[in-house]
């Protein structure tokens, strides 16, 4: 399994941005599907964004149009640009990294994980 190490989590208001960043090895990030999920208290771990290896994204329709996701091979880093307009963006965001062909939106396809970092919405 791949080391994931993201950062960049933090307390932001309600129209602020927010970049969080995960660093994995070379390989990883060129080579496989890379994933954000994220966790609130009480709820299930749920997809975020995923980005395949040949480029094309994917969002949860409760991000899309104000989460974007970007891969950095030369940096071998994914980020994920957050345009924050609900509380409910408010939990653990998680990196994760998949073998090519599985299915980006569903958790059990991501064989390794970042420790995660905490994003705070103040209500």
């Known amino acids: 399994q791949a080391q994931l190490v993201e950062s960049g989590g933090g307390q932001v208001q309600t129209g602020d941005s927010l970049r969080l960043s995960c660093v994995a090895p070379p390989r990883t990030v060129m080579w496989y599907t890379m994933g954000w999920f994220r966790q609130a208290p009480g709820r299930e771990r749920e997809f975020v964004a995923a980005i395949s290896r040949s480029g094309p994204t994917a969002y949860s329709d409760s991000v899309k149009g104000r989460f974007t996701l970007s891969r950095d091979n030369a940096r071998h880093t994914v980020n994920l640009q957050m345009h924050v307009r609900k509380p409910e963006h408010a939990a653990v965001y998680y990196c994760?990294?998949?073998?090519?062909?599985?299915?980006?939106?569903?958790?059990?396809?991501?064989?390794?994980w970042g420790q995660g970092t905490q994003v705070t919405v103040p209500t």
């Open positions: 994760a990294a998949a073998e090519p062909g599985n299915q980006a939106t569903v958790a059990s396809s991501y064989k390794s």
